[in-house]
């Protein structure tokens, strides 16, 4: 999938971009969803409310194009740095779906190789399920499958702190000058049931990223709040949801401008541009809010050049592993209970 030729000295031979894949047209957008829903109990009047949704956008959601924007930008990057490693790409959900793509490497001759994840923070959807889609993938490849090793997370990491930060700015620019010092700042990631962040760091990953983000704009006052939940009413999720946040904030006159900030995103999806940009904007717009809704990390040089610091640290064990505040870099490779998508066993 790219002009860059591997090196013999390397112990990676490839590099492989995994997402979570969506639709590009509207015939598609029920497949899609059914796959991503494929072993769980989601009634059929859920999958045609949300496949609604897609309508707005022509039944495409932009991830799809934006991972194609990323895979590109890898390979220049790559290119002009002299990682000699050739670019996959490969979709948990839907095309160009994991399974295919793995076993085009394996017939490419493919023996190792580093996956990107773009999810930047620890949970079973974000982390640990990612590992078990690309292991049912090398299964169904057969023996001929590559060995696929994760780069650590990466929600720490200049790379995609600054980027958030440019981002956060760039928002900001956009009220009047004479209401930005007072303007919220809200950030949102996915919600996630609250037995599932027992059993990872993600709410304090969360805090830390936003914490970092917010330093880095002279903010010390901030919100983390949650969105698209999609749980049975009687499953305790992470809250609270933006929109109640803003509606309460409303009520005690405290909330005029806001900037709402995805960070627990990598790229656009349908969480973005429909969750934010047309529910929580039509929400702010009957508040009476001003809403900017800052982008996320997309292809932001840093951004793309921190996937190449991640592969570069795995390629020589002497090189810097790069992370902001107390915390430090995330393990290589995750410890063996982390991330569970249950109750935590103890502790």
């Not at 409310?49 to 934006?66: C, K, M, T």
């Not at 923070?121 to 993938?137: H, P």
Request: aromatic share 8%.
């Amino acid at each position: 999938m790219g002009n860059c030729s591997p090196s013999a000295s390397l112990p990676y031979d490839a590099f492989l971009l995994v997402s979570f894949g969506g639709p590009e047209r509207r015939e598609d957008v029920l497949p899609f969803l059914e796959n991503v829903v494929r072993g769980k109990r989601v009634p059929r009047e859920r999958l045609l409310e949300v496949a609604e949704r897609y309508e707005l956008f022509d039944g495409a959601s932009p991830i799809n194009q934006q991972n194609r924007a990323l895979l590109a930008a890898i390979l220049a990057e790559f290119n002009a740095h002299g990682v000699r490693l050739p670019v996959y790409w490969g979709n948990r959900h839907w095309h160009p779906l994991l399974e295919d793509t793995i076993r085009e490497m394996a017939e490419d001759g493919v023996r190792r190789a580093l996956a990107f994840v773009t999810s930047a923070f620890a949970s079973y959807s974000g982390c640990r399920q990612y590992l078990e889609d690309i292991d049912r993938a090398r299964q169904a490849a057969g023996p001929a499958a590559p060995v696929v090793e994760k780069l650590r997370l990466f929600y720490n990491h200049p790379g995609f702190i600054e980027p958030m930060a440019d981002r956060v700015r760039a928002a900001l620019d956009e009220l009047p000058a004479g209401r930005r010092d007072s303007a919220r700042l809200v950030f949102t990631a996915h919600s996630i049931p609250l037995a599932m962040a027992a059993c990872s760091k993600y709410v304090d990953q969360l805090q830390e990223a936003c914490r970092l983000v917010s330093e880095r704009v002279g903010r010390t006052e901030w919100t983390l709040a949650y969105q698209s939940r999609s749980g049975p009413p009687e499953q305790p999720w992470l809250e609270p949801d933006v929109g109640d946040y803003l509606v309460e904030l409303h009520r005690a006159g405290q909330a005029t401008d806001v900037v709402v900030v995805p960070i627990g995103f990598v790229s656009e999806h349908m969480e973005v541009v429909y969750d934010l940009d047309v529910e929580l904007a039509g929400l702010c717009e009957t508040l009476g809010i001003r809403l900017v809704r800052a982008g996320v990390v997309g292809t932001h040089p840093r951004f793309v050049r921190m996937i190449r610091e991640l592969v570069e640290e795995r390629l020589d064990p002497a090189a810097a592993r790069l992370a902001l505040g107390p915390l430090g870099s995330c393990p290589e490779v995750c410890p063996a209970d982390c991330c569970r998508p249950g109750r935590p066993t103890g502790g």
